[in-house]
């Protein structure tokens, strides 16, 4: 058995390599991405993987079928570059690691939070100009705040515990209220999280009641001091309503780990070069707003599970089992 694992990047090879000796199967490693004019060199391989940004294009599942490979692991959660009917008719089996590890991203909404509420982008920009002073930047305490959650599933619930477990409480709307959650969190309706929250953390995942969750409508909603933190789906939030609920103050903040358009621009080195993005120039400017480059996912053990969950995968898929993480 042979396996093509594409979008490799460096801090992936140590897992990877150990997985090869654990399981005596070879590994082939790549940088690149699944696209048509890459399918010729999958000649060869009896399973793949890949983690990208940019959508698989629609000519690929034809081209994959015809060079008899079964499956496409994804080793991410989210599967939306994937158009599962086209997988499908091309008789493609998907999966995806849903769950590498929750904490890793739930701990980024609690850098992020903390971030925020104790001010540390701003207090940063005032130390680099020589400007001392704390006139105007007050914190508040993450124990005397309430923390909304929307979508508390995996990673949603995840996050919950841990503001739980640091005092704050935690009120959650999603479509289906958990009974484990039911001792720390108090589930309510979306517009009563929106009203009721000092922080607002998504963690739905992307789906077609998903897309544009918060608008102008939503922003509306929420306290002028609450600030927003996105860790799921830049098309979660709708991208200029944000800017205008900020630049109108209608909102303290917002932390975003995740952007439209962000295939453009997160994960590439854009230094002294023009940004591909007006809303991303305007996210930038404002110092009420922090930005990562979609690295909710990126820790040690996160990087651990998606390499050795995605391959055991691809073994089970070719040995004609079923894996528990196959989408339909
Ligand atoms: P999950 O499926 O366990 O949880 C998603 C929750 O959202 C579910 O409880 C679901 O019922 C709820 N939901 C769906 N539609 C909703 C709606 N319209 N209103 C309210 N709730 C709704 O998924 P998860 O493992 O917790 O991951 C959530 C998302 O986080 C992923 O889909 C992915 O997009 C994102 N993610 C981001 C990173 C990162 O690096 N930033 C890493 C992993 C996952």
Redesign the pocket.
Known sequence: MKILMMSVRDDEKEAITEWEKRNNIEVKTVDWELRLDKVEKLVGYDGIVIQQRSKVEKAVYPALKAIGIKQITLRT??YDVVDIDLARENNLVITNV??YS?RS?AELALAHTMRLIRKLEIFDERMARQDFRWAGLQATEIHSLTVGI???????GTTAKIFDALGAKVIA????ERDELKSIVDYMSKEEVLRNADVICL?????Q??VD?MGAKEFELMKPTAYLIN???GPVVETDALIAALEEKKIAGAAL??LTGEENFFNFDLQNKDLPSTQLKKLRAMDNVILTP????FTNIAVQNMVDISLNDVVLILNGKTSEHQVS
């Open positions: 959660a989210g849903p769950a929750p991203v929307i979508g508390a599933g995996r990673i949603g709307y999603d479509l289906v963690h739905v995942d992307l789906n009641t998903t969750l860790e799921c789906r780990d995740t979609h690295v909710g996912f």
